[in-house]
């Protein structure tokens, strides 16, 4: 693992989060993005990466093409853990690393097979850096500073390069603009949407509790969806008293973790057991075609 040292290095002296704050977002955006991802944030990524996941579904040209690859309503557990783990092998090991170049040619491979355009490739990727710096903002132990979420555009700049998205705004605040314009042109409802958005939510309700509680748990997902999502899901949206009590329980989380230390073990994504891959896996294996 690529950032191994600075790992020993931290759980030896300062915290993470201190240590962040002296490197440079342009020339250190990897380490940051690992340390903010695996250490500082890591439930709250994978959470707000797996709500980043449900506004794609909110576009029609989106969740249409995954409709119609069936991926979803046979294997969607598959094609969760492949995404995660390609995109893991990218941030634990670095976006320029073999790993890296092999999780990006499997990725490219894949895509490549799909009529897929550079505007919806573009918001896919925008979602991946600003759902986290969202998120956090309403439920993390702290926000984002400002050079953390540089960090965070320009590791993202870099992995869509590789991804052969072309465009990519030239600034975090162009980037923001193209999202917020993007979902308020794009967002729209669709029966794929909801179809998509179902079998996504009960995998991840499948995590958590027996599907014989889906019914409790699924309003308390939607609590974290917003109003525009929502519509576009074909979802009705809880009651006011429900998301604000999901937003104090996540508020309370937020006010215990502030006064606990950061975690020092980083979480790798790579090293999760996954019931996809119990024996391990083979990044050119991942994804849907052999």
């Given at each position: 693992?690529i950032?191994?040292?600075?790992?020993?290095?931290l759980m030896k002296?300062?915290p993470?989060?201190a240590?962040?704050?002296?490197?440079?977002?342009?020339t250190?955006h990897?380490?940051i993005a690992f340390?903010?991802?695996?250490h500082?944030?890591?439930w709250?990524?994978?959470?707000a990466?797996?709500?980043?996941l449900f506004?794609t579904?909110a576009v029609p040209?989106?969740?249409?093409?995954?409709s119609?690859t069936?991926?979803?309503?046979r294997?969607?557990?598959?094609?969760?853990?492949?995404?995660e783990?390609?995109m893991?092998e990218?941030?634990?090991?670095?976006y320029?690393?073999?790993?890296a170049?092999r999780?990006f040619r499997?990725?490219?491979d894949m895509h490549?097979?799909?009529n897929i355009?550079n505007?919806?490739?573009?918001?896919?990727?925008?979602?991946f850096l600003?759902?986290p710096i969202y998120?956090?903002e309403?439920y993390?132990?702290?926000?984002?500073?400002e050079?953390?979420?540089?960090?965070?555009y320009?590791?993202y700049?870099?992995?869509?390069k590789?991804?052969?998205i072309?465009d990519?705004p030239?600034?975090?605040?162009a980037f923001?603009?193209?999202h917020i314009q993007?979902?308020?042109?794009?967002f729209?409802?669709?029966?794929?949407?909801?179809?998509?958005g179902?079998?996504?939510?009960?995998?991840?309700?499948?995590m958590?509790?027996?599907?014989?509680?889906?019914?409790?748990g699924?309003?308390?997902?939607?609590?974290?969806m917003?109003?525009?999502?929502?519509?576009?899901?074909?979802i009705?949206?809880p009651p006011r008293?429900?998301?604000?009590?999901?937003?104090g329980l996540?508020?309370?989380?937020?006010?215990?973790?502030?006064?606990?230390?950061?975690r020092?073990?980083?979480?790798?994504g790579?090293?999760?057991?996954?019931p996809?891959?119990?024996?391990?896996?083979?990044?050119?294996?991942?994804?849907?075609?052999g």
């Amino acid at each position: 693992m690529i950032f191994a040292y600075a790992i020993e290095h931290l759980m030896k002296n300062k915290p993470i989060s201190a240590h962040i704050a002296t490197l440079d977002p342009l020339t250190d955006h990897k380490e940051i993005a690992f340390l903010l991802s695996c250490h500082s944030f890591w439930w709250d990524t994978e959470k707000a990466l797996e709500f980043a996941l449900f506004r794609t579904f909110a576009v029609p040209s989106i969740s249409k093409l995954l409709s119609e690859t069936g991926e979803f309503r046979r294997r969607p557990r598959k094609r969760y853990d492949d995404t995660e783990l390609i995109m893991y092998e990218i941030l634990e090991n670095g976006y320029d690393s073999p790993q890296a170049a092999r999780a990006f040619r499997r990725m490219n491979d894949m895509h490549r097979r799909f009529n897929i355009s550079n505007e919806d490739f573009l918001y896919v990727l925008s979602t991946f850096l600003f759902m986290p710096i969202y998120w956090n903002e309403k439920y993390g132990w702290r926000k984002l500073i400002e050079g953390e979420k540089l960090a965070a555009y320009f590791y993202y700049k870099e992995v869509g390069k590789r991804m052969n998205i072309k465009d990519i705004p030239e600034s975090y605040e162009a980037f923001e603009a193209f999202h917020i314009q993007f979902e308020k042109e794009h967002f729209r409802f669709a029966e794929t949407n909801r179809e998509i958005g179902t079998y996504t939510t009960n995998l991840l309700l499948g995590m958590y509790v027996p599907k014989f509680l889906f019914f409790l748990g699924r309003p308390i997902v939607h609590s974290l969806m917003d109003a525009p999502l929502c519509e576009a899901m074909g979802i009705k949206r809880p009651p006011r008293w429900l998301r604000g009590s999901v937003y104090g329980l996540m508020r309370l989380r937020a006010a215990i973790l502030r006064r606990l230390p950061e975690r020092k073990k980083p979480y790798l994504g790579t090293q999760a057991r996954r019931p996809t891959y119990p024996e391990g896996y083979k990044i050119e294996e991942l994804g849907t075609f052999g």
